[in-house]
């Protein structure tokens, strides 16, 4: 089985970088993915995260595709319960407009941040809660497809700009729940391994077993995203995670703003036995190795799955380490193929 690379970046402010740099950091990785062959590029959307530059997507987006030629840009993702779909459809017609056939669009159900952000972005509005979410979907493909529901009371409005072709719509989730969602409309799926790194394989095969032909989709197609660490050495790859087990225990403790952890803080830092815990756990998120530890590993995680495209989040300490890493993922993988 050939397996296809993507990569999602959520632009973190890493080692001496302020959130202007690591914007330009995620242009440059971009240029250098598209170089590399990978397939796709998606951006995130966090907000009031000040680790994370990437807020909006869609500008993003934007700026990435200007940069390059041929990768496919796309949001990992796009937080439609804060959102009018007719708004997402209207953004994303003017991206495809800019770079027809070229543009991805990842919807996600998660807040991306704390209850006061959510309560800003939405601005006294309804949030659109998970029984209404197929019809927030529905209503999205209907305007970028120039089709709204039957009977849809606003029917005959169209999103502007229009356009010949329409982005490629992938409902993004780490339950069962967006997995269901996705199943019942016949929707492309994304199961975010980086996220939960217990349940995915059999939230993956539900989600097959679920799987009806519908408005999105006439069949399944699932991607799943996964943390990798890739180093010249297996040590060297193990170092860089042991930063990543600290920061993912300082965002468990709520603490987004903080740097990249340096080497002298993962020596430092007093773990706890229950600190030791989370680490186990949170490493079922993560795939760490050198080169041919890697492939492996992708290898028979993708087996696992029954997938044929992994989407992968790459953190290390610095912007080199971590361009380093995609570099020498694509030489052991799309390079090997």
């Not at 953004?91 to 807040?111: C, H, K, M, N, T």
């Not at 679920?210 to 996964?226: C, E, N």
């Not at 998120?285 to 080169?291: A, K, Q, S, T």
């Not at 495209?309 to 610095?318: F, G, H, K, Q, S």
Request: hydrophobic share 40%; proline share 6%; charged share 25%.
């Amino acid at each position: 089985m050939k397996l296809k690379i993507s990569v999602l970046d959520q632009s973190p402010l890493l080692e001496g970088a302020d959130a202007s740099e690591a914007l330009r950091q995620t242009i440059r990785l971009a240029k250098r993915a598209e170089a590399l062959g990978y397939g796709r590029y998606w951006v995130a959307e966090h907000h009031d995260t000040p680790g994370l530059a990437g807020s909006a997507p869609e500008v993003l987006i934007a700026a990435i595709a200007a940069n390059t030629a041929r990768i496919r840009v796309g949001s990992g993702g796009v937080l439609l319960p804060h959102y009018s779909p007719y708004k997402v459809a209207e953004q994303f017609r003017v991206l495809e407009a800019l770079s027809p056939g070229r543009i991805d669009l990842g919807l996600g159900r998660a807040p991306g941040g704390m209850p006061l952000a959510s309560k800003a972005l939405r601005y006294g509005r309804t949030k659109i809660m998970d029984d209404r979410l197929p019809d927030a979907m529905l209503e999205l493909h209907g305007y970028l497809h120039d089709r709204l529901p039957e009977g849809h009371e606003l029917q005959g409005l169209r999103a502007t700009p229009v356009v010949a072709t329409a982005p490629e719509l992938w409902l993004l989730g780490s339950s069962v729940v967006s997995a269901e969602i996705a199943a019942k409309l016949g929707g492309a799926f994304v199961f975010a391994h980086f996220i939960n790194g217990d349940d995915g394989v059999q939230v993956v095969r539900d989600y097959r077993e679920a799987f009806r032909p519908g408005p999105l989709g006439d069949a399944p197609r699932v991607m799943v995203a996964v943390h990798v660490v890739c180093a010249e050495r297996d040590e060297d790859a193990e170092a860089y995670a042991t930063a990543l087990d600290l920061r993912f225990l300082l965002f468990e403790q709520g603490q987004f703003g903080r740097p990249f952890p340096t080497p002298e803080e993962v020596r430092d830092y007093p773990y706890s036995e229950w600190d030791r815990m989370r680490i186990r756990e949170n490493r079922k998120r993560m795939l760490v190795g050198g080169p041919e530890a890697i492939r492996e590993k992708l290898a028979a995680f993708a087996d696992a799955y029954g997938v044929d495209e992994l989407i992968v989040v790459t953190y290390a300490p610095t912007y080199e380490a971590r361009l380093r890493s995609y570099e020498l993922l694509a030489e052991s993988t799309i390079g090997s193929q």
